[in-house]
């Protein structure tokens, strides 16, 4: 009964501590290159603009992009255009 009672608190602490640790590990390799495998990718992107007043809002007229760099043009959705700068490909929307 202690034995298993022991795993299982470390398994719990393990759970718990991976993804401090996998967000290190993944800081340190930000800029790592991955290729695609040619499968399917899902990307989900949550869009917000905070309230802005009067004349900064007027004079803020720039396109909404990505934080994408593709290396290769890549396929938009509808009422958006592939926009390319430097090395990387991106979608834009025009506001």
């Known amino acids: 009964m202690k034995s298993s009672t022991a795993t299982i608190l470390v398994l719990a602490q393990g ?3 991976a993804p401090s640790i996998l967000s290190k590990i993944g800081h340190k390799n930000s ?3 991955h290729r695609s495998t040619g499968g399917d990718i899902t990307l ?3 869009v917000s603009q ?4 009067g004349e900064i809002h007027k ?4 396109d909404i ?3 994408l760099c593709a290396s290769e043009e ?3 959705p509808e009422n958006w255009y592939s926009s390319k ?3 990387c490909y991106t979608c834009c929307y025009a506001q």
Do not use: R
Not at 50 to 53: A, D, E, F, I, R
Not at 59 to 62: G, M
């Open 74 to 76: 890549i396929s938009c």
């Open 44 to 46: 989900s992107i949550k």
């Open 59 to 62: 004079a803020v007229n720039e």
């Open 85 to 87: 700068d430097g090395d």
């Open 31 to 33: 800029k790592a290159s």
């Open 15 to 17: 759970i718990f501590a």
């Open 50 to 53: 905070s309230p802005m007043k």
């Open 65 to 67: 992009c990505w934080l």
